[in-house]
């Protein structure tokens, strides 16, 4: 699933990590790229960690979203930053707390994501929301 975030979501993401530079570094890679999530995940990627293998069959985005589906939707705390953050979105230590949250976990199951790359990943589940991210945006067994 393809998500861009508008200038405005962009905006509005800026205005709330205003304190946090890897977040604004990413924003910044998000308003160069016109909001595309993935193309910032992957240049965000490459720029921290060399460029991909050209041989890929899948492509990192997807695996790395496959991996962090696996952690994250069963994963009672990362769901309940999330649910509190929708409650009350533009707290920036709740969005902050978010991406933090994320690099531990990723890291935690040996998935090297930087503050940067975390903050795109957040920025998707809650642009498509954690249902749709854990049920809907799961590759069917033809598409795999």
């Not at 696996?70 to 978010?98: A, H, I, M, V, W």
């Not at 990723?106 to 930087?114: F, I, K, Q, R, V």
């Given at each position: 699933m393809d998500a861009q975030l508008t200038s405005n979501e962009i905006n509005l993401a800026r205005e709330t990590l205003h304190d946090f530079d890897p977040a604004q570094h990413a924003l910044n890679n998000l308003e160069k790229h016109n909001g595309k999530l993935q193309r910032s995940f992957e240049d965000l990627w490459a720029e921290k960690?060399?460029?991909p293998p050209t041989k890929e069959r899948k492509s990192l985005w997807e695996v790395t979203l496959k991996v962090l589906r696996q952690e994250l939707c069963g994963d009672e705390?990362?769901?309940?930053?999330?649910?509190?953050y929708t409650k009350n979105p533009g707290s920036t230590p709740l969005l902050t707390g978010l991406i933090v949250s994320l690099v531990g976990v990723a890291a935690t199951h040996g998935l090297p994501l930087d503050p940067a790359i975390a903050t795109i990943v957040v920025l998707y589940i809650?642009?498509?929301g954690l249902n749709i991210f854990c049920e809907y945006t799961e590759p069917t067994a033809e598409a795999a």
């Amino acid at each position: 699933m393809d998500a861009q975030l508008t200038s405005n979501e962009i905006n509005l993401a800026r205005e709330t990590l205003h304190d946090f530079d890897p977040a604004q570094h990413a924003l910044n890679n998000l308003e160069k790229h016109n909001g595309k999530l993935q193309r910032s995940f992957e240049d965000l990627w490459a720029e921290k960690n060399g460029p991909p293998p050209t041989k890929e069959r899948k492509s990192l985005w997807e695996v790395t979203l496959k991996v962090l589906r696996q952690e994250l939707c069963g994963d009672e705390g990362f769901r309940g930053q999330l649910s509190e953050y929708t409650k009350n979105p533009g707290s920036t230590p709740l969005l902050t707390g978010l991406i933090v949250s994320l690099v531990g976990v990723a890291a935690t199951h040996g998935l090297p994501l930087d503050p940067a790359i975390a903050t795109i990943v957040v920025l998707y589940i809650l642009k498509i929301g954690l249902n749709i991210f854990c049920e809907y945006t799961e590759p069917t067994a033809e598409a795999a």
